[in-house]
């Protein structure tokens, strides 16, 4: 509402409403491009684009990546735009700019005049720095860049693929992934892409066979990888960590460029963490920080952690802070390695980073409650929940209201969250002991 009334003002009246409204729910969009807009025609550019960027740190969002893009035309940042055209493209290949009077594509083509081309060597190099800086939609712009010429696409539309489920772009990145099937150059690539697929529609069974078909064709690093993931993810027993432990091992042993290996050590330095091996965990994810995956830090510190060394690994994360693009998950990881004080203002960071992450708002609702401040605990949990139905802070405030005796609070959280998760064992625990309080 505070956003509807918006249109009908002006100056600091708008301006207002515009604030409110994403103080409200910060997942809106037109704020931010109003505000962005107006920085822009006050001839503040950085401000500008710090504000667009507030919204595209935790939200991909095309016409905020098409206002973006209007922004760096008009600094003649043309290698900024022609990344975030990239991304366009990506998400979506027809889109079309300037109120659809443009294709995207049109606007890429002319744009590519203005910047540096790369041969295959340079456009790998590009993509390794990218990606160890995790830099999500540069690496999606130098892949798009790869796929307009001669290499080999059933790769790069995988790469695509993992890129997109990071951005949380899950519909593009099933499209990518379908795409890598189409292209595979080989029967055993073509039976990965197709274990993929299955995987991701939670068809455990059939994606381990694709991964086994795959090995007895050929041997690969992405058929071992694909059958380890499976089996680690797929909530079977967990004596089969010795069979993950060798699948990755045998997975490393294959050719592939570092980008993917640093992975498999990630991945492996995780089960040696949860079968208790600590000391070769770290020698997994200190080989893959060798290599430059950056995200091995959080592996890093969680084995210090373990060790007893929390100033080790409070240190460790602020590296993948420093290091990443994208760190706000960096920061929630690290707010578990510091003091109260900190943690809070680690929390307050992700929160600005990335209101969609719910921890944060669990974290300090529960601080609350410690503190006997019931009605400002349900509060923190009502200002996620006004935007984001999520079913934990559903059942955290569910729990709360039974706490202070608001029984009709509490059913009304239930049914919610029965609504989303009607299966939810703690959920309807919960609900069964509200109901047998109602008079």
């Known amino acids: 509402m505070y956003l509807e009334r918006s249109l009908y003002s002006e100056g600091d009246r708008k301006l207002a409403d515009l604030d409110k409204a994403s103080e409200l729910d ?12 107006s920085l822009m025609r006050k001839k503040d550019a950085k401000h500008a684009l710090e504000e667009i960027n507030r919204l595209l740190g935790f939200k991909l969002a095309l016409e905020c990546l098409e206002l973006r893009i209007c922004l760096y035309l008009a600094l003649e940042d043309y290698k900024s735009a022609i990344c975030d055209i990239h991304a366009i493209l990506t998400l979506s290949p027809d889109y079309r700019m300037l109120e659809g009077r443009v294709a995207a594509s049109k606007i890429g083509t002319l744009l590519g005049a203005h910047v540096e081309q790369w041969n295959t060597a340079e456009c790998w190099l590009q993509l390794y720095e990218r990606w160890s800086s995790v830099d999500d939609i540069g690496s999606l712009s130098v892949i798009y860049r790869m796929l307009e010429s001669d290499a080999a696409k059933g790769v790069l539309y995988f790469r695509q693929s993992l890129l997109l489920l990071r951005l949380n772009c899950p519909e593009a990145a099933m499209r990518s992934l379908q795409l890598a099937r189409h292209h595979a150059a080989t029967e055993h690539e073509r039976l990965v892409y197709e274990g993929w697929l299955l ?7 059939e994606a381990l066979q694709k991964a086994e078909e795959s090995i007895s064709i050929q041997r690969s690093f992405e058929a071992f990888f694909l059958k380890a993931y ?8 967990p004596s089969y960590s010795a069979t993950v432990i060798s699948l990755l091992e045998d997975a490393l042993k294959c050719p592939s460029d570092r980008l993917r290996k640093g992975q498999a050590l990630n991945n492996l330095g995780g089960v040696y963490v949860d079968c208790g091996k600590l000391d070769s965990a770290a020698d997994c994810y200190t080989s893959a920080l060798k290599i430059r995956h950056t995200r091995a830090h959080q592996g890093l510190a969680r084995v210090h952690f373990l060790r007893n060394n929390r100033e080790a690994a409070y240190e460790e994360m602020t590296k993948l802070i420093e290091k990443a693009k994208n760190n706000a998950s960096a920061y929630e990881k690290r707010s578990e390695y510091c003091e109260r004080e900190q943690t809070m203002t680690d929390l307050q960071t992700v929160t600005q980073l990335d209101p969609l992450r719910v921890y944060p708002y669990r974290y300090r609702a529960a601080v609350l409650m410690d503190s006997h401040k019931e009605n400002d605990a349900i509060a923190e949990l009502s200002r996620a929940i006004s935007f984001k139905a999520d079913l934990h802070l559903l059942h955290l405030r569910a729990a709360f209201h039974e706490h202070i005796g608001d029984v009709p609070s509490a059913l009304r959280d239930c049914r919610a969250a029965l609504s989303l998760d009607p299966n939810h064992q703690e959920m309807l625990e919960l609900q069964k002991r509200v109901n047998s309080q109602e008079p």
Do not use: K, N
């Not at 910060?26 to 807009?37: H, I, S």
């Not at 995987?199 to 069974?205: A, L, N, P, R, S």
């Not at 499976?230 to 027993?237: I, K, R, T, Y």
């Open 199 to 205: 995987y991701d529609t939670g068809h455990y069974g």
């Open 230 to 237: 499976v089996l680690a993810d797929s909530g079977v027993d």
């Open 26 to 37: 910060p997942t809106l969009t037109y704020p931010y491009m109003y505000r962005a807009a």
